[in-house]
């Protein structure tokens, strides 16, 4: 089995995933087609020796439909014999688009494959496929459905994390993310978001807010204690009855951004870097994927963890610098938690 070495990373700037975000008027098309056609240029790469191109995405509907991933290696000029594939795993499709390259090259399907996402949320709202896991009541009774915020509110309850705790870590985290953006931290993997006449309309990610502080935070009101009163926390409490009371800790400020925006990794074997001059940057080890209790769900990243560094005969003490997705804040401090890992190795640039 071979190994996959990622050669390149790029991302554009994070626009703020509403009407008035500087992104609005750019579509999904043209932010994924933008990042194919900077890892093509800046690594003066031959489009022909990559095999996929596979892309997540949470809504694939409407201008993000009709399988984005190849209409994007079309429209950003790449080579007509590379393949394109949209899939989707709710929050983590980027991510598990990049193991699928990964698994693609480890096992000599691919000599190159592009891992990567795309999210118009501005322009295609969350919700607009109309799934049939929340409106379907067979599937949401038989699961215990709740929206993601009753189930974040469940964690910071029944892991004991207060209102302080949650807006303490948002405040560092957005502290941090302006810092390493002064630092120049992401100006390798950052490209900037053009228009149809050339002008750049975003370089610098739009949600970030450096002044926050906990008086701000603490003025914002729980986003989810209506749901819960519309028996959400009920339907949630019966999964986890030894839970007395629900406490609603998230806010629009320590819940994660809506937001717009593409990414794009190249993965490729040693031998295929070499024969294109490219330099590997990091080797992948591994990858893996889980299910978790599907009420309260936002855990599956402690238990997916545990599985992957067991398969990889590591801890979590082998490992110096964390990434985790911050959907919301007591969903990172519980994986801190549960790994006893140190804030200071956590999400180190926001």
């Not at 450096?210 to 999964?239: C, H, W, Y």
Request: hydrophobic share 40%; with cysteine.
């Amino acid at each position: 089995m071979a190994d996959a070495y990622i050669y390149d990373a790029v991302r554009t700037p994070r626009g703020k995933g509403k009407k008035d975000g500087s992104l609005h008027e750019i579509t999904g098309l043209s932010l994924a087609s933008q990042v194919l056609e900077a890892l093509r240029d800046r690594n003066d790469l031959d489009t022909s020796k990559v095999d996929d191109v596979i892309l997540g995405c949470v809504t694939p509907v409407g201008e993000l439909g009709a399988d984005i991933a190849r209409t994007a290696v079309l429209n950003a000029g790449w080579s007509q014999t590379t393949a394109g594939v949209q899939i989707n795993r709710f929050c983590a499709s980027g991510l598990e688009a990049v193991n699928m390259a990964t698994a693609k090259v480890k096992s000599g399907e691919a000599d190159f494959a592009v891992g990567g996402g795309v999210e118009a949320m501005s322009r295609v709202p969350m919700g607009s496929d109309g799934g049939a896991w929340p409106v379907d009541p067979s599937s949401a009774f038989r699961t215990y459905f709740v929206p993601q915020g009753v189930s974040a509110d469940m964690i910071a309850t029944k892991y004991g994390f207060s209102r302080d705790d949650v807006d303490a870590y948002s405040m560092e985290s957005h502290k941090r993310a302006a810092a390493a953006w002064a630092e120049g931290r992401f100006s390798k993997s950052v490209v900037p978001v053009k228009d149809q006449l050339g002008l750049v309309r975003l370089d610098h990610d739009e949600t970030i807010r450096p002044k926050t502080d906990m008086q701000t935070l603490g003025a914002l009101n729980p986003s989810f204690a209506m749901m819960g009163e519309m028996a959400f926390d009920a339907v949630i409490g019966q999964r986890y009855p030894e839970v007395e009371r629900m406490t609603h800790v998230h806010t629009p400020g320590n819940s994660s951004g809506i937001v717009d925006g593409a990414a794009g990794v190249l993965i490729g074997s040693l031998e295929a870097g070499k024969a294109l001059g490219l330099k590997p940057r990091a080797k992948i080890l591994g990858g893996a994927s889980i299910g978790s209790e599907p009420s309260i769900m936002l855990t599956g990243p402690e238990y997916v963890t545990r599985k992957l560094l067991g398969r990889l005969g590591m801890t979590p003490d082998d490992i110096d610098v964390w990434e985790l997705n911050e959907a919301f804040a007591a969903v990172v401090l519980r994986y801190m938690q549960a790994l006893n890992i140190d804030h200071a190795k956590m999400n180190v640039n926001g």
